[in-house]
């Protein structure tokens, strides 16, 4: 019989009585897809019959399908226009009216000319006279200024920006950094002391810097008194215990040894020179009895 795979069409010649007459699961090599195949004689009967009534019913692969019609574009829409904001719209008229009336005034103010110096005509005084003319000038352009400044300021505060300062409150901070750069009178008053007063000073600071330092040079020493017996005793040890490390360790034999001939050595050298020294001793003492 023949097996047909049903994911890779591959066939396959496999004897009748491999596939019992109940059927059984079989599985594909080449793709590894498993399917369910009945045998020869037991094959249902209603599988073609479902096979005829698919094929009769599916739709021809070569027969195109019209797409269906696209949908209308929509309709152009004419780009509304952005308006602006009124409370936006009322800063700006403000401030283009307050810098209109500023330009004014400061073209006024060009245009005047000044009155012959030391003439006084009658019994009255023309310098009382223009200086009044000046203060009504200069209220309304102050006035100006500061509804200028003022719309500024609104502008600044919607758009994010630092708020702009007027010319006095500039002219006080340039005061004040004036005054920072000069040296403060307490600073000054405390570097003007006298030698006896800085003598005093350095001596109560070494004063009492003083225990500090001898505390510091007492541990310093103690920590070096025991490093010296920790590496006299680590000396000894090895010095008395080196035939059983020999043992344990045979490479460091022939090391051990030198170290052991070099402190006999030393012992040695030590003892002549103890020798001497009582000798010595025992001179002095009889010397002295006699």
Request: charged share 25%.
């Amino acid at each position: 019989m023949r097996l047909t795979c049903p994911n890779c069409d591959a066939q396959y010649e496999v004897p009748d009585e491999v596939v019992p007459v109940a059927g059984r699961d079989v599985q594909c090599s080449n793709c590894g897809q498993t399917w369910f195949q009945h045998h020869p004689d037991n094959a249902p009967a209603d599988e073609d019959e479902t096979d005829l009534g698919l094929g009769n019913s599916a739709p021809d692969e070569d027969e195109e399908v019209a797409p269906p019609p696209p949908p209308p574009p929509p309709a152009a829409e004419e780009p509304q226009r952005r308006q602006l904001d009124p409370a936006v719209a009322d800063i700006l008229r403000q401030e283009a009216e307050a810098e209109h009336a500023a330009r004014q005034a400061r073209q006024a103010q060009a245009l005047e000319t000044q009155p012959d110096l030391g003439l006084d005509t009658g019994d009255d005084p023309a310098p009382h006279g223009y200086d009044d003319d000046n203060d009504e000038e200069d209220a309304p352009a102050a006035a100006q200024d500061q509804r200028a400044l003022e719309a500024k300021r609104r502008m600044a505060r919607m758009r994010g920006e630092a708020e702009p300062v007027s010319e006095a409150a500039a002219n006080a901070a340039a005061l004040s950094s004036r005054r920072e750069l000069l040296p403060d009178i307490d600073e000054i008053n405390s570097t003007l002391r006298s030698d006896s007063d800085r003598s005093a000073g350095s001596r109560d600071a070494h004063g009492s810097h003083a225990p500090q330092e001898v505390k510091k040079r007492k541990r310093g020493f103690r920590r070096g008194f025991a490093l010296m017996i920790l590496i006299v005793s680590v000396m000894a040890l090895v010095y008395i215990f080196a035939p059983q490390i020999a043992q344990q360790l045979p490479q460091a034999d022939p090391y051990l040894s030198s170290y052991v001939t070099w402190v006999d050595g030393l012992r040695a050298m030590l003892d002549v020179q103890l020798q001497r020294l009582l000798t010595w001793l025992d001179t002095m003492a009889s010397q002295s009895a006699s």
